[in-house]
């Protein structure tokens, strides 16, 4: 009989299965105060099925076979794990505000780039799947469907590139790694292709004045990355990512988890990529692109307990960067001019919380970590090596002591030591000079959020730093967020924000050319006010949602260190501020998914950035005054094809002043026109891979020498830093992503 009752069993179990696995599980999302979450994710643990809600918080899934548990994520919240009864249809979910170090896991999305509704600052959220239709390589290319920030090349030589927020350069953007702040100094011309795009889960863009938590930096903004977590539910065993373009840029990306425990794991990440040819398609004789070779790795562990939370990870990169003359015409040149940086970088982090009342999210946080960066560069005969070394500390206390009061305080410390070495002429028999560079800060913060009902929040912070170079300085910051109905939100902020310029680590770059350089003795820490409102709107339409969002950001700087290329065009002098230096920038975004699968964006920003030199008020050089943009995206309904396209108009602007040659005409024009670019891709989904193939800048609008005096680098005219459009022509490339999931 047992023979028999076992197979029967095993049948009525399978039936049931079967019968659960017809059955769908709705309900909706909401945070504490009953606002609900569009775009968070709901994912059956251990399995790859999944959803999200829509713009109302409501969501609809399909059970699979047996599953009763949900994992139910979003950016800026505490991932939770419900169990679900079989017989249950519907549950209402509440998400937590998150901890520090309690980072989200972002897993299928359909909303993939938008605003975070309820944080009370003005975010953009860059989830993977956005990121996957500008198929990034690092972090410099993941911003081609984000209206707000610009990336830019800031030579013809290097391939150095920064990113433009609200008008200004990436240096007043405070970057971060799972928040913690990175890519200072040193690092910062090239950082933005330290980051490879298969490593980044998702990316966070807070325009104007940010949290006073992560230190007192962020002038115009901070952005945030966060990277794939060997702890988050729906973490593959395996994943890679292999690309090939028609510049010779080949790349090959990998990561592996392991579960260990229920409550431990790692994974390992990997990257690899090599530019092997040079190209000179202007026929100037310097190549267009530098020859770039970079190994990348990167290993972490997570501990999860229910009361403990324990991270660490280490990353070690070595990159090899040439650049400068090549054969022209045959013939090489008798004395080329060579670019060549070396770069050697190591990272390591440890990320600490205690929780005391889950409740009231209680936690005691502790923030470890360190940074080596060596470099070694060269620009002709012009020498820059630094050896840049960092330490930063943060203990961080959090309470809600009701869900409209909360309290997060703490303090923190950050060291930086700069070893230069370095010669700024092309004069190789002078004797390269020397400069060490120390600063330590100290600093103490306390933020107070108050939210008086599910329509009004509002959130002011304080921080006070000592620093040994400048003493005490104080960084107040308040941001409003009211939403008096479920279709507009407003949001306003006020801030201020310091900066410790270190002038010869941050705009190396500009040796590449025959300008001298003046510093003066007496640089002031950089100081600046930023204002902004914003409006956010989501209007039904057609059974339909259009987003609206307008945005106006004022940027005044109080001290600031001006790099002045206008007072003498054969010299660069950094100096401090003596007069007004400021920005404002406005923008319109809509978003409108016409039919099912299809999504348009439209945005346009206009951009006034001014700053005064010698008592007269420039036109900041090399800064568009407008950019639109207009993306679409189309995927079929079976999900297996996805069809993607960005238009990006650029906007003219002045250049810094010219000279006047032996022949009377000017050395290069004082200003230069709007150009527009085009990007495209397709995308086929299989079960566990997909191939995509695209193009860049499909107009095949080139820069016209972009390299003044290219025929001889080592006269007076030579300059590369002249740079306002792209240096190469139109880009095709292809791509196969591969991942197996790992079952928790």
Request: some cysteine; hydrophobic content about 35%; proline content about 3%.
């Amino acid at each position: 009989m047992k023979h028999l009752i076992l197979p029967l069993f095993a049948l009525a179990w399978a039936v049931s299965a079967q019968a659960g696995s017809d059955r769908v599980l709705s309900g909706s999302v909401a945070d504490a105060n009953g606002e609900t979450i569009p775009g968070a994710n709901i994912v059956w643990l251990g399995s790859k099925t999944g959803t999200s809600t829509d713009l109302q918080g409501a969501f609809s899934l399909k059970r699979t076979g047996a599953a009763d548990r949900l994992v139910v994520s979003c950016i800026g919240f505490a991932t939770d794990t419900l169990t679900v009864a079989p017989e249950q249809e519907y549950i209402d979910i509440v998400l937590r505000e998150g901890m520090e170090l309690a980072e989200v896991d972002v897993t299928a999305r359909k909303i993939t780039l938008g605003k975070l509704r309820s944080s009370v600052m003005n975010t953009d959220m860059v989830s993977r799947e956005e990121l996957f239709r500008a198929a990034c390589c690092n972090l410099g290319e993941s911003f081609v469907t984000n209206p707000s920030v610009d990336v830019n090349y800031s030579d013809a030589a290097t391939g150095a590139k920064q990113i433009r927020l609200l008008g200004l350069s990436g240096t007043y953007v405070q970057l971060l790694t799972e928040n913690i702040p990175n890519f200072r100094g040193a690092s910062a011309p090239y950082a933005l292709g330290y980051v490879p795009g298969p490593w980044m889960q998702s990316i966070q863009v807070s325009k104007g004045t940010s949290s006073v938590k992560n230190g007192y930096e962020a002038l115009t903004g901070q952005i945030n990355i966060e990277f794939k977590k060997p702890q988050a539910a729906d973490a593959d065993w395996v994943s890679a990512n292999l690309f090939g373009s028609t510049t010779g840029r080949y790349e090959a990306n990998a990561d592996a988890s392991v579960k260990l425990t229920d409550k431990w794991s790692t994974m390992l990440l990997a990257h690899y990529e090599n530019e092997t040819r040079s190209h000179d398609a202007n026929d100037d004789g310097f190549a267009d692109l530098p020859m770039v070779e970079q190994y990348n790795l990167f290993n972490r562990w997570a501990y999860m307990g229910d009361r403990y939370i324990f991270q660490a990870g280490i990353k070690a990169l070595r990159e090899d960067r040439t650049s400068g003359q090549v054969s022209h015409g045959g013939h090489a040149a008798a004395d080329p001019y060579r670019v060549g940086i070396n770069t050697d970088r190591y990272e390591a982090f440890v990320k600490q919380a205690l929780v005391f009342d889950k409740e009231h999210n209680t936690n005691l946080a502790l923030i470890l970590s360190g940074t080596l960066h060596d470099m070694d560069a060269s620009y002709g005969r012009k020498l820059y090596d630094v050896d840049q070394q960092n330490a930063y500390a943060s203990l961080i206390f959090e309470t809600d002591f009701t869900p409209q009061h909360s309290l997060s305080t703490g303090v923190s410390f950050n060291y930086d030591h700069y070893a230069q070495h370095f010669r700024l002429t092309n004069d190789a028999a002078l004797e390269p000079s020397r400069r060490l560079d120390k600063e330590a800060v100290t600093g103490l913060y306390a933020q107070y959020t108050y939210k008086p009902s599910d329509k009004l929040t509002l959130m002011a912070g304080v921080r006070g730093d000592y620093s040994n170079l400048y003493g005490s300085f104080f960084t107040p910051r308040a941001n409003v967020r009211y939403a008096p109905n479920d279709i507009v939100t407003f949001r306003a902020s006020v801030g201020k924000g310091y900066r410790t310029n270190h002038v010869l680590a941050e705009n190396n770059y500009l040796l590449a050319s025959s300008r001298a350089v003046r510093l003066a003795d007496d640089l002031k820490q950089e100081e600046a006010w930023n204002y902004g409102v914003s409006v956010a709107t989501s209007i039904p339409v057609a059974d339909k949602t259009l987003t609206l969002n307008a945005e106006y950001y004022y940027t005044d700087f109080l001290n600031q260190v001006v790099v002045d290329m206008e007072s003498n065009a054969h010299e660069v002098a950094f100096t401090n501020l003596d007069g007004r230096s400021y920005s404002h920038v406005f923008q319109v975004e809509a978003s409108y998914p016409f039919f099912a699968g299809f999504n348009l964006t439209a945005a346009w920003r206009w951009t006034n950035v001014r700053h005064e030199i010698g008592g007269v008020l420039y036109e900041k050089a090399l800064t568009g005054r407008y950019k639109g943009l207009l993306t679409a995206s189309y995927k079929t309904p079976l999900g297996k094809w996805q069809f993607d396209a960005t238009w990006q108009q650029n906007g003219g602007g002045r250049m810094p002043k010219p000279y006047t040659l032996a022949d009377g005409s000017l050395s290069w024009g004082e200003r230069y026109g709007s150009f527009g670019q085009l990007s495209m891709q397709v995308t086929r989904f299989f079960r566990r891979w997909s191939v995509y193939v695209g193009g860049e800048n499909l107009t095949n609008f080139k820069q016209r020498n972009p390299i003044i005096g290219a025929d001889n680098p080592w006269g007076d005219t030579f300059d590369a830093t002249m740079v306002w459009g792209p240096m190469h022509g139109a880009t095709g490339y292809i791509g196969v992503r591969f991942n197996l999931p790992r079952g928790n």
